[in-house]
């Protein structure tokens, strides 16, 4: 079993790799700056490669970068998509230099004057710029990046994996592009989580639209919110909506894949969670 939390790099990145020991995981997330600014001092080589040389020796796998909250590669806003491509291509180079096997992203909303198309477009052209600026470097890819699905809304796109499959096999890099399900957000959308049928019923338009082999990932959280509601809310594992029963039964369909836990912290970020201790216990005996 490959388990894990987001852990906080408040602290340094080192500490991050010391939170996910100490909590027993075996992989662990992370943010490679803080998710809510455009500019920030990139990392020193000398902290980059003793994260790298601790992370072997801790035998944490994979490592999971999770892209900030602000950019926005579907936008039709010129300022606001060189914004968010520039960004994404910082994101991209942190996670090669990290080492990281994954970078996940939420696709993004198109414009208001704009069009579903169009937002598609601009994040195909957006991720290919980031990947053609990787392979001109090194030759080579060595991570994959992960799309999110999200729980709808607005011009949000990512909602349905036909949406997201319009994104991945756009792009000339599509073997490098994969899938992240995140449980909250599927069962805020509609897929009835609790039951046999809805955890079928979301695999077979996974296999459908882009192939199961693409899903390398699942931030695994349950939802404060009903079913359907088409909100963003994480909770506890078993304390929310999709309830312990539910996890019980996805975990059968996710038991050889990786699972990453967004829980709520309900403690300082740069304090290790007793929650989080909590939500892994619960997993691990759902596995037992």
């Given at each position: 079993m490959k388990l894990g939390v987001h852990c906080s790099i408040r602290k340094g990145y080192i500490n991050a790799l010391y939170e996910a020991k100490e909590l027993g995981c075996s992989c662990l997330q992370i943010f490679t700056h803080s998710p809510r600014i455009w500019k920030f001092k990139f990392p020193a080589k000398e902290e980059i490669e003793e994260f790298?040389?601790?992370?072997?020796?801790?035998?944490?796998?994979?490592?999971?970068?999770?892209?900030?909250?602000?950019?926005?590669?579907?936008?039709?806003?010129?300022?606001?998509?060189?914004?968010?491509?520039?960004?994404?291509?910082?994101e991209f180079h942190?996670?090669?230099?990290?080492?990281?096997?994954?970078?996940?992203?939420?696709?993004?909303?198109?414009?208001?004057?704009?069009?579903?198309?169009?937002?598609?477009?601009?994040?195909?052209?957006?991720?290919?710029?980031?990947?053609?600026?990787?392979?001109?470097?090194?030759?080579?890819?060595?991570?994959?990046?992960?799309?999110?699905?999200?729980?709808?809304?607005?011009?949000?796109?990512?909602k349905t994996f036909k949406e997201i499959a319009e994104i991945i096999f756009k792009s000339k890099y599509e073997e490098y592009i994969g899938l992240c399900i995140d449980t909250a957000h599927s069962f805020a959308y509609g897929y009835n989580l609790t039951t046999n049928d809805?955890?079928?019923?979301?695999?077979?338009?996974?296999?459908?639209?882009?192939?199961?082999?693409?899903?390398?990932?699942?931030?695994?959280?349950?939802?404060?919110?009903?079913?359907?509601?088409?909100?963003?809310?994480?909770?506890?594992?078993?304390?929310?909506?999709?309830?312990?029963?539910?996890?019980?039964?996805?975990i059968g369909y996710f038991k050889d894949l990786p699972l990453i836990l967004e829980t709520p912290k309900e403690t300082p970020f740069d304090k290790i969670s007793p929650k989080d201790k909590e939500n892994i216990e619960v997993v691990k005996k759902l596995f037992s």
């Open positions: 790298k040389k601790l992370r072997k020796k801790l035998k944490l796998s994979p490592l999971v970068v999770h892209t900030a909250y602000l950019p926005n590669p579907a936008s039709s806003n010129k300022e606001i998509y060189l914004k968010s491509r520039q960004l994404l291509l910082l942190l996670a090669e230099e990290f080492g990281a096997d994954y970078i996940v992203m939420h696709p993004g909303s198109y414009s208001e004057n704009s069009s579903f198309d169009e937002g598609i477009k601009n994040i195909v052209k957006s991720i290919d710029y980031c990947f053609d600026y990787i392979y001109k470097k090194l030759k080579k890819i060595n991570f994959m990046l992960l799309l999110e699905n999200i729980c709808g809304g607005g011009r949000k796109i990512g809805g955890i079928k019923q979301l695999l077979d338009e996974v296999e459908e639209n882009i192939g199961i082999k693409k899903l390398k990932l699942v931030h695994l959280n349950d939802s404060k919110v009903p079913l359907s509601s088409r909100i963003d809310q994480h909770y506890h594992i078993g304390k929310g909506y999709i309830g312990l029963n539910g996890f019980k039964i996805m």
